[in-house]
C-alpha cells in the first residue's frame, strides 16, 4: 500500500537560501562603503578648497602690505601706466580712483568686487579666482619716552622724547575661487613716517 503523504526529506534549497542572503549583506554594505568613501571624498575636497581659497586671502594681505608701501613712496600716487590705471607688474590693477590709496581715510570694514581699491590677476574673467583687495586707514600719534638713541653713526642719534606718527591701515584681502569659495582676511598694517623707499611707478 502506498502512502499517500510522505515526510519531506530533502533540504538541498537552503544552500541557495543562504547564498542570496549573504549577497544581499555584502551588496548592502558595499553599497554603504562607496557612499560613505564619495562622502569623504568630498569633504576632503571642500577642505582643500578652503584651506586654499584662506591661503590665497592672506596672500593678498601681504602683496596688499607691499603695494602699499610702494603706493606711499610715491607721495603723489602711482602714475596710470594702462589707460588710466596702474598695472603693476603686468600682475595687479590699481584703479584710477585709487592710485594714491594710502591718502584712503575712509573706514574700511569690507571688500567686495564692486568696492575695491586693487585686484588680481589683472585681466581675469567673471567666476575665474582673483583676490580683492580694500585698504582705509589714518594718521596715529605714537607717545614717546625720555630716552636718546644713538646709531653709532655720524648724525644718526635720534631723539623720541617727543614721540613720532604711524599711518595705521586696515587691510581687507578677499579672494573668491572655483565654486563660490570666498575667504576674507583682515589685517592692519603700521607705516612708520619717514621710513619710505623709492617709488617705482
Given at each position: 500500500m502506498k502512502h499517500l503523504f510522505q515526510k519531506a526529506t530533502n533540504e538541498d534549497g537552503y544552500v541557495l537560501v543562504l547564498a542570496m542572503m549573504i549577497m544581499l549583506i555584502l551588496t548592502l554594505l558595499g553599497i554603504a562603503a562607496t557612499n560613505t568613501t564619495t562622502t569623504e571624498l568630498m569633504i576632503a575636497g571642500n577642505d582643500t578648497l578652503h584651506k586654499k581659497t584662506f591661503y590665497e586671502a592672506d596672500g593678498g594681505t601681504e602683496i596688499a602690505a607691499s603695494v602699499l608701501e610702494e603706493n606711499i613712496a610715491?607721495?603723489?600716487?602711482?602714475?596710470?601706466?594702462?589707460?588710466?590705471d596702474a598695472l603693476l607688474d603686468n600682475f595687479i590693477r590699481v584703479p584710477s580712483a585709487s592710485l594714491n590709496l594710502w591718502q584712503n581715510t575712509d573706514q574700511v570694514n569690507s571688500v567686495a568686487d564692486g568696492d575695491r581699491d586693487l585686484f588680481f590677476p589683472d585681466g581675469y574673467v567673471a567666476g575665474e579666482p582673483h583676490t580683492n583687495v580694500k585698504i582705509g586707514g589714518q594718521a596715529e600719534m605714537t607717545t614717546g619716552s625720555a630716552l636718546q638713541m644713538a646709531a653709532g653713526y655720524e648724525g644718526k642719534g635720534k631723539g623720541i622724547g617727543a614721540g613720532g606718527s604711524h599711518l595705521l591701515y586696515d587691510i581687507y584681502a578677499q579672494h573668491h575661487d572655483v565654486k563660490n569659495a570666498e575667504s576674507v582676511v583682515h589685517v592692519q598694517w603700521r607705516h612708520t613716517i619717514g621710513q619710505e623707499g623709492e617709488c617705482y611707478y
Open positions: 610715491c607721495i603723489t600716487g602711482f602714475t596710470a601706466n594702462d589707460g588710466s
